[in-house]
């Protein structure tokens, strides 16, 4: 069955510094969204790429869906202790199956 | 009300009991889904519903487990014979599913169970 992988499992960055997070499927995927999860809270949706090569832009994140719609990143420019949290990447294959999620990517930002 | 609900948001139950967790969807949504995670760990899936077809059920972890959604709305999970590696949040997620660009899915808070 369909797989998502993220990588790095865990990231610590110092405030300020750069972070990126990267996710593969072991399938073409029809779209990839990503998600943030809050210590203590619940996933809450950030975007949604959907065209090959994709690059979407919200404040300091960066979102890239590969060429092959296979593989995609987030990356955040100049972190900050609010960016704190799990960073999932989610997918599938063909419109109208379920959602397979990778096993996120947990940041830490120290002040 | 406007988001997903789920109840309890808290449940302790002792090993062999059963126990039902309860999720009000996003009204006019059409696809729920409901997800386990272990403390400190990523969002496993468990079972898909969408509108009137059938559940994709592929991620029951065994036959203890069983959802079903009355009237394409509220869901309910059931878990028989609770075991304590059934201890985790349990997560519901709905979708207005109307078109490959609307997809996004709403989580509720989750119901933390706690099998002693």
């Known amino acids: 069955g369909q797989q998502v992988m993220q990588i790095p499992q865990y990231q610590h960055v110092q405030e300020g510094e750069d972070f990126t997070t990267y996710c593969n499927s072991s399938t073409t995927l029809s779209n990839i969204q990503w998600y943030k999860q809050r210590p203590g809270g619940h996933p809450v949706f950030l975007i949604q790429?959907?065209?090959?090569?994709e690059v979407k832009k919200q404040k300091r994140l960066t979102f890239q869906f590969g060429e092959a719609k296979k593989n995609s990143s987030l990356h955040i420019t100049a972190t900050q202790t609010t960016d704190v949290g799990t960073y999932f990447c989610?997918?599938?294959?063909?419109?109208?199956?379920?959602?397979?999620f990778g096993p996120g990517t947990r940041l830490s930002v120290l002040p | 009300g406007a988001g997903v609900s789920q109840s309890p948001s808290n449940k302790v139950t002792e090993k062999g009991k059963d126990v039902e967790l309860r999720c009000d969807p996003i009204s006019g949504h059409t696809a729920l889904y409901w997800y386990r995670q272990s403390l400190g760990q990523g969002l496993e899936f468990l079972i898909y519903?969408?509108?009137?077809?059938?559940?994709?059920k592929s991620g029951l972890p065994s036959d203890r487990f069983s959802a079903e959604r009355t009237g394409g709305s509220v869901s309910t999970l059931t878990i028989q014979r609770t075991q304590q590696e059934d201890s985790a949040v349990y997560l519901c997620?709905?979708?207005?599913?109307?078109?490959?660009?609307?997809?996004?899915?709403?989580f509720g808070s989750g119901t933390q169970l706690s099998v002693l």
């Open positions: 790429l959907v065209k090959s090569g």
């Open positions: 519903f969408q509108g009137n077809s059938a559940p994709d």
């Open positions: 989610a997918g599938h294959s063909n419109y109208g199956q379920n959602f397979v």
């Open positions: 997620a709905s979708s207005p599913r109307t078109g490959a660009t609307n997809e996004k899915l709403f």
